[in-house]
């Protein structure tokens, strides 16, 4: 999945001034990044690794508040990904999802869990029918890889130890296996496929 960058079309725009319109843009709460449509200004040598880990100019971005600003001037337009501020607009890599959801706390039961994700950026979303979860299969192997909606189109890949601690709670409705939260219920795997 993912995009790979021509060299020529890498971009001037620093990740500096990107974090600092991000700061400027963010000061109360997400920035209104779904109404900003600045004009292309190439790619960014920025890449998501599948582990969540950001990487600027080939090395990983170490410090966490950096992250977490970049995470939330992130916008997705069909199967790219773009930073954006009121002026800018510049393309990076996502190899696979943009965030991961590395822990989840479950609430109530049955028809009435709730199933509240956080991410490796500190976003928080309630599984449900606005963010659903979803799992697709690899082809060849089988193996699993389940998605939780955070917002706008940008999902985040469940970690394994979180997603092996949600098949133990999960429920049979309707010849599925899965999982309910938010009063909507996930297919995670048909009945028939369960290991005995």
């Known amino acids: 999945m993912a995009k790979a960058m021509s060299k020529e079309s890498i971009t001037t725009p620093s990740a500096e001034s990107l974090a600092e319109a991000a700061r400027q ?4 709460g997400l920035p209104p990044v779904h109404k900003w449509n600045p004009e292309f200004c190439g790619d960014l040598d920025m890449r998501i690794a599948r582990d969540g880990t950001w990487f600027y100019l080939g090395t990983p971005i170490g410090r966490p508040e950096l992250v977490r600003l970049f995470s939330t001037i992130l916008k997705r337009e069909g199967d790219k990904y773009f930073l954006v501020t009121p002026v800018e607009k510049v393309g990076i890599t996502v190899d696979d999802a943009p965030f991961v959801a590395v822990d989840f706390e479950a609430g109530g039961a049955g028809e009435a869990q709730n199933l509240l994700f956080e991410t490796n950026v500190g976003d928080k979303v309630l599984a449900g029918p606005d963010n659903p979860i979803r799992v697709e299969r690899d082809p060849e192997t089988g193996e699993p890889s389940p998605y939780v909606l955070v917002r706008d189109g940008l ?31 996930f297919r995670i795997i048909p009945e028939d496929e369960l290991p005995e």
């Open 25 to 28: 843009a963010g000061k109360k």
């Open 155 to 185: 999902e985040a890949l469940i970690d394994r130890k979180s997603f092996y601690r949600l098949v133990e709670i999960g429920a049979r409705q309707d010849g599925w296996f899965g999982l309910w939260s938010g009063g909507d219920f």
